[in-house]
């Protein structure tokens, strides 16, 4: 047991084991890379920019929390307002030897963004990659894409972006890879003169592990290449035409064989006499090894089976070489890649000139006889891909017990698809969430939702907000709607993120076609979605007022909690009126009988960036706290209608359900008050007590002896759920760096997505004997060996029933129910099925407790 381990080894050890997230490790990589130059006595620095979006929601804040570290690495930080201008600035970066007065012989460059950003980018990416890099800077592109749509609008995948504007494709599998194909991949673009995209799926960046780290495992071997004369980076005076054949017929080769040079694509295991291939990438990779495990095909049974494995770290473009020396002597080839075919038609390009005898069956999204066999939606699971590889086994290893398994991983893949529940908990609004109130719209009227919290409004059919627009798109799909319908006016809300990131350009085409909409422009100070950051510039709602009185817009409103403070403002332009929220359905009047393109400018921080303001001093504590007297409430419900709040919960009674508020949840945003109701007692002056430390021995004394596991080869599974915001993922944390410190192996995989604080959120943990691989963080199905269930509802849902396995499956169940948003929307209508919840997971576990 190492007693020295710390949280700040991520960053500051230099080799060894450190336990890590996949954001962290990115934001490791290059003060690796510039580590690395140092030792080399190289001259250089290194930017970053990008924009915010899961699976890297996080990232500029973790990055901000390392600023001491990157300063000292000379790396500068600069969040773009977009993702297309953060990935111009960081083309700016390679421009920097190319003029006098430089100080540094080259500085390196990583942009980041979410897949929808990788889209909005494709320009930038073409011009700044045939451009081509400096010889001493580099460019990284990292994708986060979001496979099983999540927190997302569609899924997402990148590869054929990138590949779109011929940068070459790198897929880690492993957070370990992450590192590894950043800092190769930063020294193949020095030396191809190409921008490098790297792909993230949250699998990586939502997990955590123990990670091995030692800056002399990233020496390159710099391949026998031929280089063009005047080589293949970026120079001045460059025609259009050059460029592109320097990057087709030089730099995409160097790139190729740079990969081949560097082992991108190792043949993972050997098979003398092969006869069957199976060649992966990505998270795909470790479905197929977490499969051959199920299949039980060890290396051994490989060699029987003739089975030969091709891990490919390059995607695009696949090194021709690699995949020929992979088919040599193959008759079939499977090839299991997440979503859409990129490697499988390739590859099938690549043999397709080999001699009759020497070309192998191709097969991948489909089988021989054109059916479908590994799946291009959503993404992969263990079972799906081990029944996909059972299809392409030679007859004799489709053994009586392989074909049992494989029997067993059909139904449990059915019985997850048919899981149907009890209750669900859809992630909601915060208490005391502006978008709560401002979300609402005049009867009659209807509204277009955007990208934010405030998307789910959507899921509150009341709220008439059905439609929903790329980022920067929101309202303009009335423009082409309006000349053809006989409604006369919408409303369309508008994130003040997305409104500094895009919008302001919807609001100008608005104008531009005279069409009849009213923007609800929700200013909060915060990028809630992704963790609260602050909007990337100077932001405020007199600067909106007059950004959007400069468009041309016909009238503008501005609805706060305290209007006061805005009405009389020296810089407010002219047209604006001023109203207290409570009377917002009167602006929204207003605004709907004007011709043309109006604004209404809905002013009210962010409840739980205000929450975390007050707890660290930066904002005055409300003076006082809302309760409900029970002995007077009648149930109405009408303090949920009239805030939609979720910490108003139930509360049963001998008397029937009455309603209480949930003071630790609580934001106290005082809504709930407008209710037609005299039973709320306001306490001035109040606040909740602190807690004390917690005597929890005699909780310890009652619970059973446990004697652990002791770790082998196979994983060990733990699956944690509960609800966001309420600890999941610290529980998560501390068991993983708690097997780190054991020196046992351990990946976890946090499940959040959307907005998740009140949404369903679960953490897988895995782990195994030290030196053991394990092959991804997901649990498979039927493989959880312990559930710890801090909330029923997730349980017994989709994501969860489906992990346990009644012979296998130890299980804890916390019996406490919270509230979920079904009772917000429908409070007197909901009835809790607590008995149905817990029969359906006892059913699914051998144990319960």
Request: charged fraction near 20%; glycine fraction near 10%; aromatic fraction near 6%.
């Amino acid at each position: 047991m190492r007693s020295e381990v710390t949280l700040a080894d991520k960053y500051a050890l230099e080799t060894g084991r450190a336990f890590m997230t996949g954001v962290q490790a990115l934001v490791r990589l290059p003060m690796l890379i510039r580590t690395i130059d140092r030792a080399a006595g190289l001259n250089t620095a290194g930017f970053i920019s990008g924009y915010r979006g899961s699976p890297l929601g996080t990232y500029d804040m973790q990055l901000e929390q390392a600023k001491a570290l990157l300063d000292a690495h000379d790396i500068v930080v600069q969040r773009g307002i977009n993702e297309d201008l953060g990935a111009t600035a960081v083309w700016g970066t390679q421009h920097v030897p190319l003029f006098n007065g430089h100080r540094k012989d080259g500085v390196f460059g990583l942009w980041y963004g979410k897949g929808p950003g990788v889209d909005r980018t494709g320009d930038v990416f073409k011009h700044a990659n045939f451009a081509g890099t400096s010889a001493l800077g580099g460019v990284l592109a990292l994708a986060g894409d979001d496979h099983s749509c999540k927190s997302s609008t569609l899924p997402n995948q990148s590869e054929f972006a990138f590949a779109d504007a011929e940068m070459p494709v790198l897929a880690p599998a492993t957070i370990d890879e992450v590192i590894d194909f950043g800092a190769k991949g930063m020294q193949m673009s020095r030396y191809s003169g190409c921008w490098v995209g790297i792909k993230t799926i949250a699998d990586l960046m939502d997990a955590s592990a123990s990670v091995q780290v030692d800056p002399t495992r990233y020496n390159v071997r710099i391949p026998d290449y031929e280089l063009p004369e005047g080589g293949l980076n970026i120079r001045l005076n460059d025609t259009p035409e050059a460029k592109e054949i320097r990057h087709r017929h030089h730099r995409l080769p160097a790139a190729q064989a740079f990969a081949r040079a560097n082992g991108f694509n190792p043949i993972r295991i050997d098979t003398p006499h092969a006869r069957l291939g199976v060649a992966a990438s990505g998270k795909g990779y470790l479905h197929v090894l977490d499969a051959m495990r199920l299949l039980e095909i060890d290396e051994t049974e490989a060699h029987h089976i003739g089975l030969r494995l091709w891990k490919v770290g390059m995607v695009w473009p696949l090194d021709p070489v690699a995949a020929k020396d992979f088919a040599d002597g193959l008759e079939t080839v499977l090839v299991v890649e997440e979503r859409r075919a990129l490697i499988e038609p390739q590859l099938r390009d690549v043999l397709y000139t080999l001699p009759d005898g020497r070309r192998p069956q191709v097969l991948g999204k489909v089988d021989r006889w054109g059916a479908p066999l590994v799946r291009d939606t959503m993404d992969l699971d263990t079972a799906h891909v081990a029944i996909s590889l059972f299809e392409v086994l030679p007859e004799f290893a489709r053994t009586p017990l392989r074909t049992a398994i494989i029997d067993q991983a059909r139904t449990r893949a059915a019985a997850k698809d048919g899981v149907t529940t009890v209750h669900q908990r859809k992630p909601f609004y915060c208490a005391g969430c502006p978008h709560n109130i401002s979300t609402t719209v005049p009867e009659g009227s209807r509204a277009t939702a955007g990208i934010g919290c405030h998307y789910m409004v959507q899921f509150m059919p009341d709220r008439h907000s059905e439609i929903c627009t790329h980022m920067g798109g929101e309202g303009v799909t009335w423009v082409g709607q309006a000349p053809f319908t006989d409604e006369p006016h919408i409303f369309a809300n508008l994130g003040d993120g997305t409104y500094f990131h895009s919008g302001l350009l919807a609001i100008r085409q608005a104008v531009a076609a005279h069409v009849n909409i009213t923007y609800k422009i929700l200013y909060n100070d915060a990028v809630a979605m992704t963790g609260g950051q602050h909007v990337d510039g100077v932001l405020h709602p007199v600067t909106v007022a007059q950004q959007v009185a400069a468009e041309g817009v016909k009238h503008i409103v501005m609805v706060s909690d305290h209007p006061d403070r805005w009405r009389g403002h020296r810089n407010m332009p002219p047209r604006v009126s001023f109203y207290h929220r409570d009377d917002l359905e009167v602006a929204e009047a207003e605004l709907k009988a004007i011709k043309g393109t109006t604004v209404l400018i809905y002013d009210q921080m962010c409840a739980t960036e205000l929450r975390r303001r007050r707890k660290r001093g930066l904002a005055p504590q409300k003076k006082e706290r809302i309760f409900i007297n029970s002995a007077v409430c009648e149930g109405c419900g009408d303090c949920s209608v009239k805030s939609n709040c979720i910490a108003v919960g139930p509360k049963e009674t001998e008397l029937g359900r009455k309603r209480e508020i949930d003071q630790s949840a609580c934001n106290v945003d005082t809504s709930c008050v407008k209710g037609f109701c005299p039973s709320f007692v306001s306490l001035e002056g109040a606040q909740l007590k602190k807690a004390g430390a917690a005597d929890i021995t005699h909780l310890i004394a009652d619970l059973p002896d446990i004697t652990p596991p002791a770790l082998t080869d196979k994983p060990y599974n733990i699956l944690l759920t509960g609800i966001g915001g309420l600890g999941v993922t610290s529980l998560s944390a501390m068991l993983g760096m708690a097997a780190h410190i054991d020196e046992a192996e351990v990946v976890c995989v946090d499940q959040i997505g959307l907005a998740q604080r009140g949404g369903a959120v679960d953490a897988h943990i895995r782990l195994a004997r030290l030196g053991s691989l394990i092959p991804g963080g997901r649990i498979p199905l039927g493989e959880a060996d312990t559930l710890i269930a801090a909330d029923m509802v997730t349980a017994h849902g989709k994501s969860s029933l489906p992990l346990l396995a009644k012979e296998r499956t130890v299980g804890w169940l916390n019996s406490t129910l919270t509230p979920t948003a079904e009772f917000t929307l429908d409070s007197t209508h909901t009835v809790f099925d607590i008995l149905g919840m817990t029969r359906r997971v006892k059913a699914a576990v051998d144990t319960l407790h």
